[in-house]
T-cell receptor, first 112, second 113 residues
Framework: DSGVTQTPKHLITATGQRVTLRCSPR?????VYWYQQSLDQGLQFLIQYYNGEERAKGNILERFSAQQFPDLHSELNLSSLELGDSALYFC???????????FGEGSWLTVV | GNSVTQMEGPVTLSEEAFLTINCTYTATGYPSLFWYVQYPGEGLQLLLKATKADDKGSNKGFEATYRKETTSFHLEKGSVQVSDSAVYFCALISNFGNEKLTFGTGTRLTIIP
């Protein structure tokens, strides 16, 4: 157990819908990262937050948004869902001044 | 920018064989290097890491040495088991707190009894 908690573990939804994925980082970790893993694209970095502020942005679609709240948990919002958004979404966290990034077990999203 | 080049898979070995999965990198400064493992149907687990040149990371019989002169971080295990079947990802980061973790494409390893 990495200490990073993601909910829900599995989610099935229809095209055009909106979902929210939630992540609780390890206690004391200030950085949160979001990654998407699909069969054809491998691990794609989406976005990173540090203590509530956006620090790095990757290939995140405009239909997707994220935020990190004052209690340091983070949410990834996916809207106008398409079939191609079906993937495993990982959250990860790292401590301040730390040298390791820990991943949660992921949220499996299936868009039908 | 940073990049990681990882040995193409899939790799199939017999139980008790010696394993090497090659990983080379391009990065600014002095990155930290990682190997993550993803077992079937599961999430990403940190397998081992090294944060400076000549460091050797080790865990569960796996080892990798940070070689700055060859910009490499090859994963090795002396005797693999069926339970080692998984996808292995090499990764690096240069600047914690301001940068993403850059992954290789992953190497699928299958061990046959």
């Amino acid at each position: 157990d990495s200490g990073v908690t993601q909910t829900p573990k599995h989610l099935i939804t229809a095209t055009g819908q909106r979902v929210t994925l939630r992540c609780s980082p390890r206690s004391g970790d200030l950085s949160v990262y979001w990654y998407q893993q699909s069969l054809d694209q491998g691990l794609q970095f989406l976005i990173q937050y540090y203590n509530g502020e956006e620090r790095a942005k990757g290939n995140i679609l405009e239909r997707f948004s994220a935020q990190q709240f004052p209690d340091l948990h983070s949410e990834l919002n996916l809207s106008s869902l398409e079939l191609g958004d079906s993937a495993l979404y990982f959250c990860a966290s790292s401590p301040p001044g730390g040298n390791t990034i820990y991943f949660g077990e992921g949220s499996w999203l299936t868009v039908v | 920018g940073n990049s990681v080049t990882q040995m193409e898979g899939p790799v199939t070995l017999s139980e008790e064989a010696f394993l090497t999965i090659n990983c080379t990198y391009t990065a600014t400064g002095y990155p930290s290097l990682f190997w993550y493992v993803q077992y079937p149907g599961e999430g990403l687990q940190l397998l081992l890491k090294a944060t400076k040149a000549d460091d050797k990371g080790s865990n569960k019989g796996f080892e990798a040495t940070y070689r700055k002169e060859t910009t490499s971080f090859h994963l090795e295990k002396g005797s693999v088991q069926v339970s080692d079947s998984a996808v292995y990802f090499c990764a690096l980061i240069s600047n914690f707190g301001n940068e993403k973790l850059t992954f290789g494409t992953g190497t699928r390893l299958t061990i046959i009894p």
